[in-house]
């Protein structure tokens, strides 16, 4: 049982560049998420989705696209890297249907921006 | 809004001993979820604990348990007999349940700030 897989586990990009981080989950979740974890923060919501083709924004949704084309795939687009976005990223799901399912994250992506 | 607050940055505890985190939250809903996250060094955001805010019990996991105040708005993750693995960083988070939210706010999490906790042996 994988659960929620992230890749890359760690990335280095250049300011301006674009990228995509892929988060997949195996546990049929209707709800998936992102959330960005900076020093002394905390973990932030950036989008999500309560299921295929429907998406949503977060706390802090600047700056990255979604989408999700399948309930299993939930990826997030950097489309300009900058700097502030260097942070580690967590990938969740869970399902709609229990209010006391805990989302289950992915192992994280670790982000730097040159 | 939601708000969640830990004002501990960091504690110590000794092995063995009972260690209690803080948490304290504000918001408008009438019914919401509360979570504890345990994160060690390796970066992984384990799932400790839940309360619902209707549970009329406090909820325990094994070692750890919730000490549920809702007239206080607080959420304390007591750990017994700490072990040295315990030593990580520890978030409370809540959430809006999703009959509340019309269905666009499934499962949001707010987080705090995080607690650091060090066991020492």
């Known amino acids: 049982n994988a659960g929620v897989t992230q890749t890359p586990k760690f990335q280095v990009l250049k300011t301006g560049q674009s990228m995509t981080l892929q988060c997949a989950q195996d546990?049929?979740?209707?709800?998936m998420s992102w959330y960005r974890q900076d020093p002394g923060m905390g973990l932030r919501l950036i989008h999500y989705?309560?299921?295929?083709?429907?998406?949503d924004q977060g706390e802090v949704p600047n700056g990255y696209n979604v989408s999700r084309s399948t309930t299993e795939d939930f990826p997030l687009r950097l489309l300009s890297a900058a700097p502030s976005q260097t942070s580690v990223y967590f990938c969740?799901?869970?399902?709609?249907?229990?209010?006391?399912?805990?989302?289950?994250f992915g192992d994280g992506t670790r982000l730097s921006i040159l | 809004a939601q708000k969640i607050t830990q004002t501990q940055p960091g504690m110590f505890v000794q092995e063995k001993e009972a260690v209690t985190l803080d948490c304290t939250y504000d918001?408008?809903?009438?019914?919401?979820?509360l979570f504890w996250y345990k994160q060690p060094s390796s970066g992984e955001m384990i799932f400790l604990i839940y309360?619902?805010?209707?549970?009329?019990q406090n909820a325990t996991e094994g070692r750890y348990s919730l000490n549920f105040q809702k007239a206080r708005k607080s959420a304390n993750l007591v750990i017994s007999a700490s072990q040295l693995g315990d030593s990580a960083m520890y978030f409370c988070?809540?959430?809006?349940?999703?009959?509340?939210?019309?269905?666009?706010?499934?499962?949001?999490?707010?987080f705090g700030q995080g607690t650091i906790l060090t066991v020492h042996p």
């Open positions: 969740a799901s869970s399902p709609l249907d229990g209010d006391s399912e805990p989302q289950h």
């Open positions: 546990m049929n979740h209707e709800y």
């Open positions: 989705s309560v299921g295929a083709g429907i998406t």
């Open positions: 918001t408008s809903d009438p019914s919401y979820g």
């Open positions: 309360q619902g805010s209707y549970d009329q």
């Open positions: 988070a809540m959430s809006q349940l999703p009959y509340l939210a019309g269905g666009t706010s499934y499962g949001k999490l707010t």
